[in-house]
């Protein structure tokens, strides 16, 4: 279970700051699925740099199962990073010297994963391992990093704005990927999304607005990638 | 395109190589040219072979230093261009697109000249500040007779103003070919855009960080010449340099290991700040995931030493080399030529010293990457 209370986070000098989370509280729940919705400039992504220890608070806790974040060290904090969390970003940030089937092995090496290639296959890029990132689609290299952040076996996966750079029919295709992994690996999501339509397949939508939640509730029905609007 | 002073300014790498090479070749090509005037005045067959054997050795210097420095310049300046082609596609495609054409430009580039311009024309007056005390030692046993140095304006036009107009045609030349791409491909930074599988060859089956490390080298294969190159001179010129004074004179000597440092120490910063600028992305990415910065740098970087450490044993083998083949080929002729034998004393210095401020240089690289936020570097 994660626990966030009272997270404060400020960017900017004293004479120029901003307060980007002004006392976040909140839990998630180990296999959920949360959907962070907001405007741009709300702090959603704050939030999930803060949540997934890639970011300090300023003040306040961040827990894991009653693990405190917030104030480990750098070492410390690579070491939690390694263990716990899986990334999946807007811009993929593949290695372009590198093709499909070692971008992947960088997340399953940490965590000792023979077997990632099931995880390749199961994105449906199987055929194409020895692909460069540049000779991929955006679709097909932000499956790798779908790959290559379960390859590691997180038991959290954050995704910022994960279908951002992608058309409908892509983006579609790569959230039903990452729903039925879900399902497969029972791994908590926690996802940053500007998309109304994306919180439908949440169990749980946090919504913000200036740096505060503004809402939080539960979906009675969830839908799949192919059901929503978008 | 046009290219400030600023820009010009950063290609501190070819400004310095330009000035060594052009230093080096102005003492002993105006050396040559006055020593020539009094060849008529020698009469004795010993004072001629001294003479030969002083013509021969500037000959012998200004082609292996020239002729390597030029080289070097001219694969370093093309490198910059490509560095600088990469680093702004968007607005040369933007310019493009708005129709500029690749040659109108590229023709910007010839400011890439400049740095020519200055770093020659710097070891020009150099060399000319340092030529009396330089010809004050070339005849200090007073054996050839008297000979002053004056200026010659060609070395100006060969040595300072044609390889200044020649790297400009160059640069034009060369940003024309690399700017021979649709406007699309400069406007979309695509992730990844730029390595291309080339021939495809199966990968064995290596952990994620040795092929990382693998890769990362042999897919920049200027930096690999490089940093060889970097090694193989300090190694040779400051081993060469210890024998030189005993073989020359201490003007030799310090003028050799002064040089010989300057240029490696330039080129491995160089080159080193580019491959850890380079891959600034790659370790943001890997640190996120959960690799320690221990593990991203020796992994970005740790593959480039044993490169340097080759560089460095060809050029000890080298200059030992040269030397032997000088001592008893081209000066087999003259008396009282000191036989060479290998200095270890040299050789632990030179390498005590290049393990020393290579490592630290590493060390360094790692340090300021480590510094750098993951969020600062992917939101670049």
Not at chain 2, 38 to 60: D, F, H, P
Not at chain 2, 89 to 102: E, T, V
Request: proline fraction near 2%; aromatic fraction near 12%.
């Amino acid at each position: 279970m994660i626990q966030v209370k009272e997270v404060v986070k400020s960017f900017g000098n004293k004479e120029n700051l901003n307060k980007v989370l002004k006392g976040i509280s909140l839990t998630i729940k180990d296999g959920e699925f949360v959907v962070i919705l907001g405007a741009s400039g709300s702090g959603k992504s704050t939030l999930l740099n803060v949540i997934s220890g890639l970011e300090r608070p300023d003040s306040g806790r961040v827990s894991y199962d009653s693990k405190d974040i917030s104030r480990l060290s750098d070492k410390a904090l690579t070491e939690f990073r390694k263990d716990k969390v899986g990334f999946i970003f807007q811009q993929y940030y593949l290695l372009p010297n590198l093709n499909v089937d070692k971008n992947v092995r960088m997340g399953a090496d940490l965590a000792g994963n023979g077997e990632y290639r099931q995880i390749i296959e199961a994105v449906g890029l199987g055929g194409k391992l020895d692909k460069y990132p540049s000779e991929l689609s955006g679709g097909e290299q932000q499956r790798v990093s779908v790959a290559r952040a379960l390859a590691k076996k997180p038991e959290v996966l954050f995704l910022d704005e994960p279908t951002g750079a992608l058309d409908e029919q892509t983006g579609r295709l790569v959230l039903d990927y990452i729903s039925k992994l879900h399902g497969k690996y029972h791994f908590t999501i926690v996802m940053v999304t500007h998309n109304l339509n994306i919180a439908e397949m949440a169990d749980t939508v946090i919504r913000m607005n200036s740096g505060k939640i503004v809402e939080i509730y539960e979906n009675q029905m969830t839908k799949t990638a192919y059901e929503i609007g978008w | 395109m046009v290219l400030g002073i600023k820009d010009i300014w950063k290609q501190q790498g070819i400004i310095i190589i330009s000035f060594c090479a052009v230093f080096v070749c102005t003492l002993f090509l105006n050396y040559n040219i006055d020593v020539a005037s009094i060849e008529n005045n020698i009469t004795s067959t010993q004072v001629r072979v001294l003479y030969e054997a002083q013509l021969m050795s500037g000959k012998v210097v200004c082609s292996l230093c020239g002729g390597s420095l030029l080289a070097t310049s001219v694969i370093m300046l093309f490198f910059y261009i490509k560095q600088y082609i990469d680093s702004h596609k968007k607005q040369i495609g933007i310019l493009k697109a708005i129709g500029y054409s690749g040659f109108k430009i590229a023709k910007g580039f010839s400011a890439f000249g400049l740095c020519i311009l200055f770093g020659a024309g710097g070891g020009m007056l150099a060399a000319y500040g340092i030529m009396p005390y330089f010809y004050e030692v070339q005849n200090e046993d007073n054996i050839l007779p008297e000979y002053s140095a004056h200026f010659h304006p060609i070395l100006l036009i060969c040595l300072v103003i044609v390889p200044a107009l020649f790297f400009a045609v160059v640069s034009v030349l060369y940003g024309c070919r690399k700017l021979n791409v649709p406007v699309l491909e400069l406007l979309r930074e695509k992730i990844g855009k730029g390595f291309k599988a080339g021939k495809k060859q199966p990968e064995k089956e290596l952990a994620f960080l040795v092929q990382l490390r693998k890769n990362t080298v042999w897919q920049r294969k200027s930096l690999v010449f490089f940093i060889a190159f970097a090694a193989f001179c300090y190694s040779s010129m400051m081993q060469m340099s210890f024998s030189m004074e005993e073989l020359a004179s201490i003007v030799f000597s310090i003028m050799i290991i002064v040089i010989g440092v300057i240029l490696s120490c330039t080129t491995l910063f160089i080159a080193v700040t580019s491959v850890a600028n380079a891959n600034a992305k790659s370790v943001a990415m890997m640190r996120v995931l959960g690799y320690t910065i221990k593990e991203c740098t020796g992994a970005v970087l740790g593959g480039y030493r044993w490169i340097a450490y080759v560089g460095f044993a060809i050029g000890t083998i080298y200059q030992y080399a040269l030397l032997k083949f000088v001592t008893t080929v081209v000066f087999r002729d003259v008396d009282d030529v000191p036989d060479i034998t290998f200095d270890f004393q040299a050789f632990w210095i030179a390498l005590i010293s290049f393990l020393a401020f290579f490592e630290i240089l590493l060390w360094w690289k790692s340090i300021q990457l480590g510094k750098r936020s993951a969020k600062e570097i992917m939101g670049e």
